[in-house]
């Protein structure tokens, strides 16, 4: 009696470890909403946390859902190298730039569009860490920036610009002067020096038929 209760309790205990154990996960870390201008480049910027070391058989999955929640499409894979996509509405525009030894496996989206508005998601598997968060972008493609923003940036830049014209102005007007006021003191102190030479040769010719 004793031997099957303990077998049960055993067999019950190795049931339960494993769900009391924490299970290793990778962390996905991505910008939450991103607001882009309209036929610009983007960097979709997702970094990832794991329990364990950077393994070969990592992985990387890009997908998109637009604003009509449709179905998923593919937007980029990773895995030991980038794949380009042989087909849809992102091939020939997304790019990778991540570093994984740095946790990073960001990409760059090309052109954006109006129907690129929606969400993208980062998923990276990490073997044996291989469930966990999956990162969210949530993309906005506008017409233009703000006006304010653009307002700002112009006048910011604007005035950066004339002030250097003024620095550079009074500067130059500054050396000119320099330079008429040391040329009249060579010239005043040229004629002085003249006429001291003249005075001294007039006295000495006075002096000279005396002394005959």
Request: aromatic share 8%.
């Amino acid at each position: 009696m004793h031997g099957p209760s303990w077998l049960g309790a055993v067999l019950f205990l190795g049931v339960q470890l494993p769900a009391l154990w924490p299970a290793a996960a990778v962390e996905v870390h991505t910008s939450r909403e991103v607001d882009a201008v309209n036929g610009t480049n983007l960097r979709l910027k997702c970094t990832f946390s794991s329990s364990s070391p950077v393994s070969q058989h990592l992985s990387v999955t890009w997908n998109f859902q637009p604003e009509d929640q449709s179905s998923h499409e593919p937007v980029f894979y990773y895995f030991k190298e980038p794949y380009k996509l042989p087909a849809g509405r992102f091939k020939e525009r997304v790019t990778w730039d991540g570093n994984i030894e740095r946790h990073d496996v960001s990409i760059v989206l090309w052109n954006l569009q109006p129907t690129d508005n929606g969400t993208f998601t980062c998923q990276v598997k990490n073997p044996p860490d291989v469930g966990g968060t999956i990162g969210e972008v949530r993309l906005r493609v506008v017409q233009k920036v703000h006006f304010s923003e653009i307002h700002f940036l112009a006048v910011a830049i604007g005035s950066a610009c004339v002030l250097m014209i003024i620095v550079v102005i009074v500067v130059i007007i500054c050396r000119h002067h320099r330079k008429k006021a040391q040329e009249k003191r060579i010239e005043v102190t040229d004629t002085e020096l003249r006429e001291k030479e003249k005075l001294k040769n007039t006295e000495e010719k006075e002096v000279c038929p005396l002394e005959d």
